[in-house]
Every structure is written in structure tokens, then in C-alpha cells.
């Protein structure tokens, strides 16, 4: 009994170490970007999402600020995680960098990179956002992620919760795909 549970420990840690290289890996851009190339790939990542869901649009003109997070890279097997870096805009100006971190194990297996962008609606939202020392999305605001049907039948009227993710632009093979969970928080950038 006890060389079973030996046998399972090492199994578990050998799918973490894998896990963990292949984050490494493949997010090598995901590290390495400027606040230069952050703000152009928001920029663009953006549009893309304007594109596949013409709603999004409707959205980003009653937010107070906008969070984007143009790549996200997730890897797992069995064990895994994800890591992006991202922008947050008020306006026309881009007024901070944040990090997207998750963690995460179970039947999952595969690696993909996928965006997201979160609508931040109101003041509680943004004033959450610049206190937090971390804000882990399913605590804190509500957020709503969006599909594109639900999207098109939102109005003004109806945009009552503090925030709303979109999902976009999703790459790979991974049997899950979810925000929540995720700790989004502040970086500095050069």
C-alpha cells in the first residue's frame, strides 16, 4: 500500500513539472513584452474581439475602464495554469499593467493561448480594482462572461453588474476554458 501511494505522489509530480515546463515554454512572449508591446496587442486584440463579437462594442462605450488581456497561455496536464499580461485603459489613455495568473488541476490535458477583456462598469469595480493587492475574478465585483448571444441582447438598461469578460480568439487544444478563478494584478512596466 505504501509503494501505491509512492508511486502516485511521483506520478503527480511529474505531471506538475511537465505541466510547469510547458507553461515556460510556450509563454516565453507572454514574459517578455514592453509596456510598448502591451499597448499595441491591447490595441489589436480590441479590435479582434469587436470583430467576433460585434456586441463587445456596445459594452466598451457605457465602461467606465477597460481591462484587456490579449494572450493568455494555458498548459495543463492534470496540473495547470495560465499566465498573460494585460493593459488597463480609461478612456483613451492607458492607465496601468496588470497580470492574469490561474492554477488549476483535474482532468485536463493539452495547451492553448486564448484573450480575454473586461468591461469594468462602474466606480465600484475600478475602485476594487486599484485597492485590491489582487483580484481573483468569482471574489469581489461580479463579473459576467459574455457569449455572443447573450451579448446582443444586452441594452444599456439591462448593464447592471459591476463588470463582463469576453472570451476570444481561443487557439489550441484545452478542455476548459474559464476566468474564474483567475488573480488579476497590478505590474509595473518599463
Known amino acids: 500500500m505504501n509503494n501505491m501511494n509512492t508511486r502516485r505522489n511521483l506520478v503527480k509530480i511529474l505531471l506538475a513539472t511537465a505541466a510547469a515546463f510547458a507553461i515556460a515554454g510556450s509563454g516565453s512572449q507572454a514574459f517578455a ?7 499595441r496587442d491591447a490595441a489589436q486584440a480590441l479590435q479582434t474581439l469587436y470583430k467576433t463579437h460585434p456586441g463587445a462594442e456596445r459594452f466598451s462605450r457605457e465602461a467606465k475602464a477597460v481591462l484587456v488581456f490579449p494572450k493568455i497561455i494555458k498548459a495543463g496536464l492534470v496540473f495547470g495554469g495560465s499566465y498573460g499580461e494585460g493593459v488597463l485603459t480609461r478612456g483613451s489613455r492607458f492607465d496601468g499593467y496588470f497580470n492574469s495568473v490561474s492554477a488549476s488541476w483535474g482532468w485536463q490535458a493539452g495547451a492553448e493561448t ?26 469581489g465585483p461580479t463579473v459576467v462572461v459574455m457569449s455572443e448571444g447573450v451579448a446582443k441582447n444586452v441594452s444599456t438598461l439591462t448593464l447592471k ?19 474564474e478563478g483567475t488573480k488579476i494584478t497590478r505590474i509595473r512596466k518599463p
Open 33 to 39: 513584452a514592453t509596456a510598448e508591446d502591451l499597448q
Open 114 to 139: 486564448y484573450g480575454y477583456v473586461v468591461f469594468l462598469m462602474n466606480d465600484k469595480a475600478l475602485k476594487y480594482l486599484d485597492e485590491a493587492k489582487g483580484w481573483e475574478v468569482g471574489v
Open 161 to 179: 453588474d459591476d463588470a463582463y469578460a469576453f472570451i476570444f480568439d481561443q487557439q489550441g487544444l484545452m478542455a476548459s476554458l474559464s476566468i
